[in-house]
């Protein structure tokens, strides 16, 4: 209980920033992104693209969103002076996850591209795969263990922990970042099964910040899986008004239930967590916003 209490005090401080960025409250405090880790949580509507920048200037992006969203996410790397990628994971292969990379990446310096080992008929996973290739990289493995071998924070996958057929949400590749005292999971679109089987192979998924899974659907997000990770925040992303119902009121109400503060991008469009290896602070960047 007291935990409870100290972590709801925690929030509450936290959220300051927040609050202060939507003018209803004034506020001096500045977030300062240097030196700290920085996860932008970017608005493309319905889908996920996270940038995760380390205190050494390392860039990784978590999906690209949708075909036609691709030029977008190329403008908002630009607009924070990005011109290379270490990394670039396609946490499965469905569209509003991997349909904007192959434009971010002929149009990034590019590293290393992390998927997992299922692949997808459709021409948008085609065009993924071409872009990988004309760039001369190979597609690297994304499975429960695997490190990116980042120096200013540590990133390792947490899933897939083993095969799920044509399951192509299954697959997601999960992969945990832990910066000093904080740590953030981002989870693709992972369903119950898979949060099942990381809970089962004993991975460590505990979390102060959780990218909820499928935009919110019920079909991620149980409470096992909660009780688990543990998050005093969660980010959804998700597209306003968008024709799937997302997020979803029931996994709303378990993420309060559990005491955990929500932020989606429907709501407050492009997000900036910062941590600087103790706190986690929230803004929105309305900078980053689509055009
Ligand atoms: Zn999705």
Redo the contacts with the bound molecule.
Sequence with gaps: MKNRLMKLGLTLFLILGLVGCEGTQQTSQEVSTTGNLNVYYFDVGQ??SILIRTNKGENVLIDGGNNDKGEQVVRYLQALHIDTLDAVIGTHP?A??IGGLDTVIDNMKVHAVYTPKVTHTTITYEDFVKAVKRKGLKLKEAKAGVSLGLSGADAVFVAPVKSYGDDLNAWSAVVKVTYGDNSFLFTG?APVKSEKDMIAAGQNIRSNVLKVG??GANTSTSQAFLSAVQPEYAVISAGKGNKYGHPKAEIIKRLQANGIKIYRTDELGTILSTSDGKNIMFTKVPSLAPQ
């Design positions: 889908g996920d469905d509003d996850h679109d499928h935009h």
